[in-house]
């Protein structure tokens, strides 16, 4: 999933703003944010519950739980959390609810992640930039290979 936000600048704007305010979305953009946040909320379904079977080691097991807290405390997803088409577990769904309505996410993470967004780097118009349709590739000849 993060490829792709990565090969597709348009999706990444697209997610980068729907997480924050999807009411400034299209009703298609509306769907691919959905559709992409219930892959995502997916996975954080699938690890919750391989957790509480004693799959995940500890540490696995808490960075995904603060992973899937980091993303709740977007205003919106959790706006997206309570229009969700689908259902998810009972357990997770509980799991979620209780992020949401105690709060249970480093909010201060999310502020310095919306900070560091927020930042404007000075560039001079020589530097070089990769084109939106390119992508690095590591090889065996070179470090990295855009192809």
């Known amino acids: 999933m993060q490829s792709l936000l990565f090969e597709n600048g348009d999706l990444a704007r697209l997610q980068a703003q729907g997480v924050l305010d999807p009411s ?41 739980s603060a992973t899937t807290a980091w993303w709740v405390s977007f205003p919106g997803v959790q706006t997206w959390w ?8 009972e357990s997770f769904t509980s799991f979620i609810d ?17 900070k560091f967004l927020a930042a404007t780097p000075s560039r001079s118009s020589s530097a070089p930039r990769l084109p ?15 192809s």
């Open 24 to 64: 400034t979305l299209t009703r298609e953009e509306r769907l691919q944010l959905t559709w992409w946040l219930s892959e995502s909320f997916g996975a954080f379904e699938f690890n919750f519950h391989q957790a509480r079977s004693g799959a995940l080691p500890d540490e696995v097991r808490s960075r995904w």
């Open 82 to 89: 309570q229009a969700r088409p689908a259902p998810f577990s």
């Open 132 to 146: 939106h349709n390119k992508r690095f590739q590591l090889t065996s000849q070179n470090l990295f290979e855009i």
């Open 98 to 114: 209780g992020l949401i309505r105690d709060g249970r996410f480093d909010s201060e993470a999310a502020q310095r992640f919306n």
